[in-house]
């Protein structure tokens, strides 16, 4: 199959109505149930909710869901950087299945289901060896996603400002730097991973890279910026080329809502 035919067979795919899933998973999924049809021949990425089975309304009421979050932004926004059939498949079916397999795994742990996945990240030694590997991962990959796209815009990039600025600064020494390591933590990681700033317990600033969908939270650390070098973050646009993307990612860092991350972490 050539690659034209393989990626128009991807688009008609992600042009049907997502399947609902059974009543069960639904409930238990509601991040899968909300990845709605893509509409429209434009190719924009205008999300619209098909007819759902259920009271959508009633399920959403319901706080003891992970939830997809939406986008900020059109599937589109972030071209010619990041291409927009990747950030569809990358939202509505990595992520969504991320959010549908926690919500499965929690079914039967109604104390967990009540409790943020930030909460659950945070003290997985305290979640019941039977599921923690699953929490792990799919806890691990909605955080991680979650703050991915949040921290990702349309006309970004460039460099933070204020006490962003200074702390990091302060502790690489300048901008540039700080660049350059977490652009090796990242082109450094083998296989699937992320490369992460995050704020430690001690307050200070610090990169590192952690494997799959670990999240620094495990680490009892903050994460304040991540990039995820999961292929399929970047190959259908990128194939191979993990620097290429990694450089173009740098343009769209929405250094506002890194700042917003930090302040917050800081108290
Ligand atoms: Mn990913």
Wanted: hydrophobic share 45%; proline share 6%.
């Amino acid at each position: 199959m050539d690659t034209q035919h393989e990626t128009s067979t991807i688009w008609s795919a992600l042009q049907q109505p997502a399947r609902w899933l059974s009543r069960r998973r639904f409930l238990g999924g509601l991040g899968g149930a909300t990845l709605l049809a893509i509409g429209g021949s434009s190719g924009v990425a205008s999300a619209r909710v098909a007819s759902p089975p259920l009271d959508l309304a009633a399920a959403m009421a319901s706080a003891d869901v992970a939830t997809l979050p939406p986008l900020p932004y059109g599937y589109n926004a972030l071209e010619p950087h990041i291409d927009e059939l990747t950030m569809m498949l990358h939202h509505m079916r990595h992520h969504a299945a991320y959010v549908a397999t926690l919500n499965t795994t929690l079914e039967k742990y109604p104390d967990l289901q009540k409790r943020s996945v930030t909460d659950l990240l945070v003290n997985i030694h305290d979640v019941p060896e039977a599921i923690r590997t699953t929490v792990r991962n799919n806890g691990g990959g909605h955080s991680n996603h979650s703050i991915f796209w949040a921290i990702m815009a349309p006309n970004a990039g460039g460099e933070p400002s204020g006490a962003l600025a200074q702390a990091i600064t302060s502790t690489f020494g300048s901008f540039a730097t700080f660049k350059e390591k977490l652009t090796a933590a990242a082109s450094g990681r083998f296989g699937s991973g992320w490369g992460w700033l995050v704020l430690t317990p001690k307050g200070t600033l610090e990169v590192v890279s952690m494997p799959n969908q670990d999240s620094p939270y495990m680490m009892g650390m903050t994460p304040l910026v991540g990039v995820d070098v999961w292929e399929h973050a970047y190959y259908l646009k990128y194939m191979n080329r993990r620097a290429d993307y990694l450089a173009a990612w740098w343009n769209v860092v929405n250094w506002d809502a890194v700042a917003m991350r930090y302040m917050a972490a800081r108290g």
